[in-house]
Nanobody, 115 residues
């Protein structure tokens, strides 16, 4: 069982930045992959970025060059630094952990980007 708690969402103007954090109940380095997904109203949940246990990363084309996923070992968290935000980034952002073949999800945090 893995519990995930997100924080850091909010309202920001286009061009601004936000940093999301996801705290895990077990060592993040024992988890196969951790990532951030988002779901906008009326749309399917989509992958934003993920980081694998070995440290490699993967990004959606729409956020490459603007978002950065990283791990903070001291806080046992996975962070998503979001820069140059656009209105189309508006969504509920969910933290995900893939652990022993099972997906675990956080409760989600709202990110709203105004134009």
């Amino acid at each position: 069982q893995v519990q995930l708690v997100e924080s850091g969402g909010g309202l920001v103007q286009a061009g601004g930045s936000l940093r999301l954090s996801c705290a895990a109940s077990i060592s993040i380095f024992s988890i196969n992959a951790m990532g951030w997904y988002r779901q906008a109203p009326g749309k399917q949940r989509e992958l934003v970025a993920r980081i694998f246990r070995g440290g490699s990363t993967d990004y959606a084309d729409t956020v490459k060059g603007r978002f950065t996923i990283s791990r903070d070992s001291a806080k046992n968290t996975v962070c998503l630094q979001m820069n140059s935000l656009k209105p189309e980034d508006t969504a509920v952002y969910y933290c995900n952990a893939l652990y022993w073949g099972k997906d675990y999800w956080g409760q989600g945090t709202q990110v709203t980007v105004s134009s």
